[in-house]
């Protein structure tokens, strides 16, 4: 585990983690009285990339300090976008992760489902293009840094 950031007491809670992340315990954590919806996005690791390589882990590289300092920033712009959200988590993996592995979890809870639908997608846009992450593509007998590497964007105010 290495870090874990949590605002707005009990409504957002940001994460980068080593550790295996756990899409049922932000679920559980997001569902509130006041909230009929809950969606929960994960992003797992595929078999597939544009190396031609039959992928068998990632390994993801960051600044702790400065991707959840992002991920707070994006958590903060969909507040303003959706000011009646419920909870909103975001957790990020970082190091090694197999085939198959949680590489990032996105819960969100709201009264009703469009804006839960809406916002967790949004997060999950926003955090692939504004948090600096690095990935590398594992396959059998070689390595190379992720092909699909775009330049990392400011979070843009509604």
Known sequence: MVGSVKLAPNHDWV???SSPLSPDELTKWATRPQCGAV????GTVRNT???GHDITS???ETSTELAESRLVA????ARSRWPELGAIAVHHRIGPVELGGITVVVA???PHRH???EAAKYLIDTVKNCVPMWKREVWQGGS???????SIESVQKQ
């Open 58 to 60: 990632l390994e993801y």
């Open 49 to 51: 990339s544009t190396t």
């Open 108 to 110: 969100v809870s709201s």
């Open 74 to 77: 994006v958590v903060g712009e």
């Open 15 to 17: 994460f980068v983690s």
């Open 115 to 117: 804006e839960a639908f």
């Open 39 to 42: 969606v929960t996005f994960c």
């Open 144 to 150: 190379a840094w992720s092909e699909e590497a775009h």
